[in-house]
């Protein structure tokens, strides 16, 4: 069993930048690889992006390439989603997610925080 708790969410204005955080303790977390998503209201849930359990491959959705960077600490079991140049499209509630298997698909991963809200405003 893992558990995920994200943090860092919040209010921004437009070209902003937040850094999420998403602690993760129980099951070894070096073994999985770890992905973030979002969801607005009356969205889907969509992929944002994903690293590889050792850091080393890292793979992100077209709209957030070359603003978003995600990365991991295996000393503080956690994982990051650095959010620059914030637009209003990137509102939603943002989960990170845990799987042992690399994939972009949101049933590809079994374990889920509950989420953080950021609020992009103009």
């Known amino acids: 069993q893992v558990q995920l708790v994200e943090s860092g969410g919040g209010l921004v204005q437009a070209g902003g930048s937040l850094r999420l955080s998403c602690a993760a303790s129980?099951?070894?977390?070096?073994?999985?690889?770890m992905g973030w998503f979002r969801q607005a209201p009356g969205t889907e849930r969509e992929f944002v992006a994903r690293?590889?359990?050792?850091?080393?491959?890292?793979d992100y959705t077209d709209s957030v390439k070359g603003r978003f960077t995600i990365s991991r600490d295996h000393a503080k079991n956690t994982v990051y989603l650095q959010m620059n140049s914030l637009k209003t499209e990137d509102t939603a509630v943002y989960f990170c997610?845990?799987?042992?298997?690399?994939?972009?698909?949101?049933?590809?991963?079994?374990?889920w925080g509950q989420g953080t809200q950021v609020t992009v405003s103009l």
């Open positions: 997610a845990a799987s042992v298997q690399w994939g972009r698909a949101t049933d590809t991963y079994k374990y």
């Open positions: 129980g099951r070894t977390f070096n073994s999985f690889h």
């Open positions: 690293i590889s359990w050792n850091g080393d491959y890292t």
